[in-house]
């Protein structure tokens, strides 16, 4: 059974980082494509950024391009989301998810964290 665990989250002050980790189990994590999703209260489900098996390519939301970074090591079976220059805007539950093929769309995103907070204050 596929499992994914992310971690990582806290409050934080606007101008600061954080690090997201979500670690991937019950399958090689290098099968599928690896995204971060996140979630303010009373809105949407948004698309923050994904990255394909091989890192070959990565896709960003336009909000948090130049700010944000994902990686993987798939040694690992572990996606991370290194966040710098935060705003309060950014504070949501981010979700981390697993894809056969790279999307900005949730709907093609098969497997799904339970989440982590971020709160970012001003």
């Known amino acids: 059974q596929v499992q994914l665990v992310a971690s990582g989250g806290g409050l934080v002050q606007a101008g600061g980082s954080l690090r997201l980790s979500c670690a991937f189990s019950?399958?090689?994590?290098?099968?599928?494509?690896l995204g971060w999703f996140r979630q303010a209260p009373g809105k949407e489900r948004e698309f923050v950024a994904a990255?394909?098996?091989?890192?070959?390519?990565?896709y960003y939301a336009d909000s948090v391009k130049g700010r944000f970074t994902i990686s993987r090591d798939n040694t690992k079976n572990t996606v991370y989301l290194q966040m710098n220059s935060l705003k309060p805007e950014d504070t949501a539950i981010y979700c981390c998810?697993?894809?056969?093929?790279?999307?900005?769309?949730?709907?093609?995103?098969?497997?799904w964290g339970q989440g982590t907070q971020v709160t970012v204050s001003s």
């Open positions: 990255i394909t098996r091989d890192s070959d390519q990565i």
């Open positions: 998810a697993a894809a056969p093929v790279i999307s900005v769309t949730p709907y093609v995103y098969t497997y």
């Open positions: 019950g399958r090689p994590s290098s099968t599928y494509v």
